[in-house]
Nanobody, 126 residues
Framework: QAQLVQSGGGLVQTGGSLRLSCTAS????????TGWFRQAPGKEREFVAT????????QYADSVKGRFTISKDNAKNTVYLQMNSLTPEDTAVYYC???????????????????WGRGAQVTVSS
């Protein structure tokens, strides 16, 4: 059974940086796309970024464009989310997720993802 193990997160001051990691194991499908979502208290889970299996296609939420970067290392089955210039509005639990798809498929819709990590808390202090 596929699993996603997250690491990273924590507490950082405004303007700081953090990197989240998401490592997959137990996959039976060869290609898949991966995304990051976040959920702040009292709010719905929202899309942050996604990358295709090939890494050639990516998409970001407008709120994080130019500040966050999604990348991947297929040899390590790991996807990263580098978060720079963090603000208190970025405070949330961050989830990685993956779904079946072709090598260049991506999706901002959480309904397309069938495997989720447990989440990692990111707190940005003002």
């Amino acid at each position: 059974q596929a699993q996603l193990v997250q690491s990273g997160g924590g507490l950082v001051q405004t303007g700081g940086s953090l990197r989240l990691s998401c490592t997959a194991s137990g996959r039976s499908r060869v290609t898949y796309f991966t995304g990051w979502f976040r959920q702040a208290p009292g709010k719905e889970r929202e899309f942050v970024a996604t990358t295709s299996f090939s890494g050639e296609k990516t998409q970001y939420a407008d709120s994080v464009k130019g500040r966050f970067t999604i990348s991947k290392d297929n040899a390590k089955n790991t996807v990263y989310l580098q978060m720079n210039s963090l603000t208190p509005e970025d405070t949330a639990v961050y989830y990685c997720a993956s779904g079946p798809g072709g090598p260049n498929y991506i999706s901002p819709s959480r309904l397309q993802y069938n495997t989720w990590g447990r989440g990692a808390q990111v707190t940005v202090s003002s």
